[in-house]
């Protein structure tokens, strides 16, 4: 694209084509998507806009910005959400940084779990993020189910800043309180106990950071790692959450599936019960749940019983 920078008028079309193409070379799982994400950016348009404007020649300063991306995701590997500052997530656009996760789909599956397990839009319960990062699933909850009262957490402060910044953006800052601290801390003090608790906390193991797509290198560490075997995290989790869950409350946490039999073993041991599995796209349990059992039964959310 440089090379022939004074020779060509480049049109949309074209920027897409030899960048899409660049990417594939590179081995960029979605090489049109990212190309069309980054232009979009660069001409200030969504990507519908592109379709209409193939024909369009693409102006040298836009074409300056938008090469810069280019590089910055097929030479650096940046991930797209944080070159644009945004991804969406259940149908919300949330501002990502290098402060937080990117979100991803397979969160999501902790969000149906969670919202499953109180089915009614206007339920009114407390509901605990442990580890929000960007926010978005405390904001998802707080979406669906306007009565519930939300507080999310976080050990970072940028991130905290980040959440903010969202609920505000959605119109949801006076539906969530904000904690900074690590794990309950933010609220063992005060005695709290909540209806829900969710959290999708570090859980890769150190031992696998060498063989991670190189774009997790550009997310902040402290939210991805938890020790060698990414439990470090998630034991003291499931270890603890009992003591801040109010009778007949549940707690939902997403983790690797090789480690949902050992959270599971933690959250029965904890003297949590009806622990259950849920799937995400691909089949893999991506989420453990379990419930604080009360004096009469209660109906199992929907997933798998573990057994």
Not at 20 to 39: N, S, V
Not at 94 to 111: F, G, I, K, Q, Y
Not at 137 to 143: D, P, V
Not at 168 to 174: F, K, S, V
């Amino acid at each position: 694209m440089a090379a022939a920078a004074n020779t060509k008028t480049w049109t949309v079309l074209d920027l897409l084509r030899w960048t899409t193409q660049h990417f594939a070379e590179r081995g960029i799982d979605t090489p049109r998507l990212d190309a069309e994400c980054l232009l979009a950016h660069a001409l200030g348009c969504d990507r519908l806009r592109l379709y209409v404007d193939f024909e369009k020649p693409v102006e040298d300063a836009e074409r300056a910005r938008f090469r810069e991306l280019v590089r910055e995701r097929g030479q650096a590997r940046v991930p797209v959400a944080l070159l644009v500052g945004s991804r969406e997530f259940w149908s919300m656009p949330l501002a990502v940084t290098r402060d937080v996760l990117v979100p991803r789909p397979d969160t999501e599956t902790l969000v149906a779990a969670a919202l499953d397990a109180f089915p009614e839009r206007e339920a009114s319960f407390a509901v605990l993020d442990v580890g929000t990062g960007s926010g978005a699933i405390a904001l998802a909850i707080a979406r669906e189910r306007p009565k519930a009262l939300v507080v999310a957490t976080d050990l970072s402060p940028a991130a905290l800043a980040v959440a903010r910044g969202n609920a505000e953006r959605l119109g949801l800052a006076d539906r969530i309180r904000f904690g900074e601290g690590s794990l309950f801390e933010p609220v063992a003090a005060g005695g709290e106990r909540f209806d829900l608790v969710v959290s999708n906390p570090p859980y890769v193991a150190e031992r696998d950071a060498a063989s991670l797509a190189p774009e997790l290198g550009h997310e902040p560490a402290t939210a991805l790692f938890a020790g060698p075997d990414g439990t470090d995290v998630l034991r003291p989790l499931a270890e603890q959450v009992a003591d801040f869950l109010a009778p007949g409350g549940r707690v939902f946490v997403e983790l690797d599936p090789a480690q949902a039999p050992r959270v599971a073993g933690w959250l029965a041991e904890a003297g949590l019960g009806e622990i259950t599995t849920h799937r995400d796209a691909a089949g893999l349990v991506r989420v453990v749940g379990a419930r604080r059992e009360t004096q009469t039964a209660e109906a199992v959310p929907s997933g798998e019983r573990m057994e």
